[in-house]
């Protein structure tokens, strides 16, 4: 499983932002997708995760209400939108995936196999 991740760049604090993630190769309909993120001189967080069918989501409890995970018009496409970026949002976000959990351990990062490259964001207050 590859996963891409894009959609990060430099945005002012108050504006939104949609990063998309688009996995290829063999995978199940048993994966987890999450996101992730990690601030420099910060550990790496749990942001949201989504079951594959797109029906079961989960959040950060600091970010649900801003953030929001969402399958693509393609099954093998992902997003997160975030609205109403500040500062502290700054990070590189990473989409990961994993099928070992069932959707129970989707905020542990380790839990994950398939990682992407990640994509910057950087909000300006």
């Known amino acids: 499983v590859q996963l891409q991740a894009s959609g990060g760049g430099l945005v002012q604090a108050g504006v939104s932002l949609r990063l998309s993630c688009v996995a290829s190769g063999r995978f199940s309909r048993n994966y987890v997708l999450g996101w992730f993120r990690q601030a420099p001189g910060r550990e790496r967080e749990f942001v949201a995760a989504i079951n594959f069918g797109g029906q079961t989501t989960r959040y950060a409890g600091s970010l649900k209400g801003r953030f929001t995970i969402s399958r693509g018009d393609a099954e093998n496409t992902f997003h997160l939108q975030m609205n109403s970026l500040k500062a502290e949002d700054t990070a590189v976000y990473y989409c990961?995936?994993?099928?070992?959990?069932?959707?129970?351990?989707?905020?542990?990062?380790?839990?994950?196999?398939?990682w992407g490259q990640g994509t910057q964001v950087t909000v300006s207050s």
């Open positions: 990961a995936a994993e099928d070992r959990s069932g959707f129970s351990y989707y905020y542990v990062g380790d839990q994950y196999d398939y």
